[in-house]
């Protein structure tokens, strides 16, 4: 069983920065892929980062790609997720996700654990 809980949203004004954490419980964090999912509101909740159990590799899709970094320190049982030049269709609400895998994990469903979210708002 893995516990996530996400921290670090806020308003943050067009072109600014926000750094997001997930603290996960467990002993076990290292063997788990991590991503970072958000929903706006009326949209489906949608992939923006994904990692690796060790962080060696990664995944973004186009819409983020070259702004956002997903970064892992398994010693201390958290993920973040650096989000630069944000735009304010970035706004909606951030999840961490843990997938039982070792590689990266871009599939929605194939999480298994999932923290409660973080609002991120960007002002234009």
């Known amino acids: 069983q893995v516990q996530l809980v996400e921290s670090g949203g806020g308003l943050v004004q067009a072109g600014g920065s926000l750094r997001l954490s997930c603290a996960a419980s467990?002993?076990?964090?290292?063997?788990?892929?991590m991503g970072w999912f958000r929903q706006a509101p009326g949209k489906e909740r949608e992939l923006v980062a994904a990692?690796?159990?060790?962080?060696?590799?990664?995944y973004y899709p186009d819409s983020v790609k070259g702004r956002f970094t997903i970064s892992r320190d398994n010693a201390k049982n958290t993920v973040y997720l650096q989000m630069n030049r944000l735009k304010p269709e970035d706004t909606a609400v951030y999840y961490c996700?843990?997938?039982?895998?070792?590689?990266?994990?871009?599939?929605?469903?194939?999480?298994?654990?999932w923290g409660q979210g973080t609002q991120v708002t960007v002002s234009s």
């Open positions: 990692i690796s159990w060790r962080g060696g590799s990664t």
């Open positions: 467990g002993r076990t964090f290292s063997s788990y892929a």
């Open positions: 996700a843990a997938a039982r895998a070792v590689t990266v994990v871009t599939i929605l469903n194939h999480y298994d654990y």
